[in-house]
């Protein structure tokens, strides 16, 4: 072989290996279609969505999404200090999508987590469940699927995704792939419905679900938040809790006259509109429920601090929510 031919050679395979280098940097980032200016890194005013949806990409909270925030498959790193279980009714969203994440669900160690080991926010689930057979694989809970390049998105939400407040979301304003949103448009119409996203049934009840072995008390190894947070529960100090210690030991800023005022308020509201979901939209979507960001509907500086009574709103309309579902007609 000459030494102009083995030159040519080398030049192939570099260019080659070059343009494979390229297409595989372009389609390991999301939402690469936002990057306009093509330096890897997606500026608020780049971003095609609502500022809440891209405050939950923004890990860092650094203005921008750059690095793991917008590598397919990223993960993101959390901190070290375990999370509040503040309410025995919140739907927490899952954020642990790494190794240890899935270990920590995975309680018979069965390779997969089913409904029953799942604790969290059902829309998240639903997203990672790739096929649809209503269990998550180690493979889909690492976006690690055979053949399967779709991204999820499931860090985003339903009510941060529709921008245009329509009730649905369209493919514009869908931030992970077109495998994922097609798998998820039940109906094939080109939008996704709460229903398709979020699923028509309530969630099941949050102490039987975290109760592993069904014995009826709830131990520490079982306990998927804060040590803090259970033993504000464990009012025996016994290291279990039962159904009524789970439901929460009130601390003394729920005894105020502000608490209770907001929880009586969420109670009446919180009962509307989960009896209007269920008849008008057929999806449970607790935690997607507008009045839950400000709570402090009905509020006046006169029944006392805001923060203790946006509390009390919080806890009186989750848990009536569930009843106004239960009783929708």
Known sequence: MSFRSLALGLLIIVATAGAAGAQGRGAAMRFRAMDQNGDGVITRAEWRGSNRSFEVHDWNGDGRLSGEEVRVGGARKRADREPQFDSADREYMFDDWTDR???ALDHNRDGRITADEWHFDREGYRRADHNRDGVITRAEFMN??????????????????????DGRISRAEWHGGAVRFNALDDNRDGFLSRAEILGTEPPSDLFTSVDINRDRVITLEEWHWSGASFSERDRNRDGRLTPEEFGGAAPAAKQST??????????????????????????????GQ??????????????????????GYRDGFRRAYREGWNTAK
Request: proline share 5%; net charge negative.
């Open 101 to 103: 994440g899935f270990r």
């Open 258 to 287: 502000a608490y209770r005022t907001g929880f009586e308020r969420g109670t009446i509201e919180g009962r509307a509109a989960g009896r209007e979901e269920r008849l008008n939209n057929r999806a449970w979507d607790l935690e």
């Open 290 to 311: 507008s009045e839950l960001d400000t709570a402090d509907s009905g509020y006046q500086p006169g029944m006392g601090p805001r923060a203790e009574y946006q509390a």
């Open 144 to 165: 690690e699927s055979p053949g399967d390049e779709g991204d999820d998105d499931r860090d985003d939400r339903f009510p941060y995704l529709d921008v245009d407040q």
